[in-house]
């Protein structure tokens, strides 16, 4: 992918599914390793993510106080070190922008941030005090997921008792979350002692202790942080350049920039690049591009219908439309596999029972490793009678194809003999011997040609059933010349021998 394109477009707070993405994804067969970046609008998050693109330019960037990005923007580019794998960076419209006027769909863009992605990205300016916290939920955004998403379908409503409500089934597919404080400029001290990124990060998630609405409501937003995201990195950012070339900061050259900028950058992408893990969904399946862009269209579509996303009724539809692709791919690998054979027709049955076992299975073995939640057999079902139905018409057009070369050849074989019986070969006597040498010669022949197919005996046993009236014929016909022969050859001796009598007789007179 060239350039960015918009995933998922946000317009006056309406979320539509832009289907040239989804295409794009829904050809994409690599595992993928999805990294979103969220935060306040105009924090710098789309010049991060053009870094983690390794590009200057791609995601808009703003040198004004209007956000350039709304909705969700995707952009796939190659993993600089894992070739069987694919990022995608999503770049999201930032929260809380005053032009908008629309803070639900801030909410919506923020759980499909974390409903989609491998890592999260939170992009905040300055520091990590309580009010950097406290943006983290302009409309509660952390602690209201468990009313913007559910895992089990089955689950009612979430309160703070609920297991779901309690955040626990929510670790299970939530990303890696990645800290970055933009523009930092205090001291990594903390009591005297310095301290690194990751420390000032879990120092300011610390909860207080005591009792009361202040003490609860500090509490609240970093409990939720600390329960969805056990996985946490930070990073410190310092001004990458001067302020007045912060509007033209896509434009300057590495060299122009604060060389502790470029440095914490470099880190930045290496640490996401190597510890990113790539998309799964609940149970570890690896998500390919094409299962993640099912499951935007279902969530959007449910959030669009008003209803909350929910994960196990997103994979299961998801799992349809995979098993029903996957039952397909496998049967299209089998018959492709049984083409090659089907080419050779006809075949000893012993080969294309042994060729279509081995096709089944491996057809088998690449629908288990591709289907999803197939817990009842359905569709390993339908794949195996599909299956057999295909061998069933196989073997049929095997036997016909060995039944139509056997009497073709019989046909080419017998054409001199039958020439023969038509033109009185062996209307004479002896003829009978004659037409059996010929016979003879003619079974050996057949039995010479190889790849006859299974139908070879049958057809033969048919052909000589046919050709017996012909042989008893001949034979009968043999046997009355012979002894009419001998009946000629007796009176042709008895006039011999009269005659020669006769001539004694007349020799003494």
Known sequence: MDSPICLIENLNGTLSVNEQ???????????????????????????????????????????????????????????????????????????????????????????????????????????????????????????ELTELIKVKASSGASSADDEEGSGSQFVQFFPNFVWVVRDFTLQLELNGKDIDADQYLENSLKLKKGFGKNISD???????????????????????????????LDTLEDKQLSKKFSSTADTFCRFIYENSPVKTILGGKTLTGRMLGHLINTYVATINSGNVPCLENAILAMAELENQAALEDAFVMYKKEMEVVKALFPVDSSHLSENHLKSQTRSTHAFMERSLKDTDGKYSAILAGKIKEYANNLFEENQDASEKKCKALLDKLSATMDHGVKEGTYSTPGGYELYCDHHDTLMARYRAEPNKGVKAEEVLEQFLKEKSAESSSILQADIKLTENEKHIQAEKNKTSQMAQEKAALDERH
């Not at 050809?27 to 999805?34: R, Y």
């Not at 105009?42 to 106080?65: D, E, V």
């Not at 006027?101 to 890592?119: E, V």
């Not at 939720?224 to 033209?248: D, W, Y």
């Open 21 to 143: 993405a989804i295409d794009y994804l829904m050809g994409l067969e690599q595992k993928i390793v999805v990294v979103a970046i969220v935060g306040l609008y105009r924090t710098g998050k789309s010049y991060l993510m053009n870094k983690l693109a390794r590009s200057k330019t791609g995601f808009a960037l703003g040198g004004t106080i209007q956000s350039k990005t709304k909705g969700i923007w995707m952009w796939r580019v190659d993993h600089p070190a894992k070739a069987d794998r694919a990022i995608i960076l999503l770049d999201t419209e930032g929260l809380g922008d005053v032009e908008k006027g629309d803070s639900k769909s801030d909410a919506w863009i923020f759980a499909l941030s974390i409903l989609l992605s491998s890592t999260l990205i939170y992009n905040s300016r300055g520091t990590i005090d309580n009010d950097a916290v406290e943006k983290l939920q302009p409309n509660r955004y952390v602690t």
């Open 218 to 248: 500090y509490n609240m937003t970093r409990d939720c942080i600390r329960n969805f995201f056990p996985t946490r990195k930070c990073f410190v950012f310092p001004f990458p350049a001067t302020v007045e070339k912060m509007q033209l």
